[in-house]
Nanobody, 127 residues
Framework: QVQLVESGGGLVQPGGSLRLSCAAS????????MGWFRQAPGKEREGVSC????????YYADSVKGRFTISRDNVKSMVYLQMDNLQPEDAAVYYC????????????????????WGVGTQVIVSS
């Protein structure tokens, strides 16, 4: 059974940092692209970042480029999202995702092609 469990969300002041973690189980992480999405109240889900199976190639939404860093540890079956210089507009529920069809990231408009999702972790950015 595929499971993606996010952790690391919380309350942070503007300009602060958080590191989200995603524990993946039920499939061999090594072969598949992984991603992070977010959804704020009243807004559509947005693809934040995607990392290909080897970890060598990454993609970011324009809104987070230069501030967020995605990484993965295929041995530990973990995916991370380091978020720096957080701003109020970054507040959302963040979801870990997996594309169990391929190892490369495939864009779908402003999103990435994914077929499994975690339940999400809340990020609040407020002073």
């Amino acid at each position: 059974q595929v499971q993606l469990v996010e952790s690391g969300g919380g309350l942070v002041q503007p300009g602060g940092s958080l590191r989200l973690s995603c524990a993946a189980s039920g499939f061999p992480l090594t072969y598949y692209a992984m991603g992070w999405f977010r959804q704020a109240p009243g807004k559509e889900r947005e693809g934040v970042s995607c990392i290909e199976s080897s970890g060598d190639t990454t993609y970011y939404a324009d809104s987070v480029k230069g501030r967020f860093t995605i990484s993965r540890d295929n041995v530990k079956s973990m995916v991370y999202l380091q978020m720096d210089n957080l701003q109020p507009e970054d507040a959302a529920v963040y979801y870990c995702s997996a594309d169990l069809q391929r190892g490369e990231c495939v864009r779908r408009g402003s999103n990435f092609a994914m077929d499994h999702w975690g339940v999400g972790t809340q990020v609040i950015v407020s002073s």
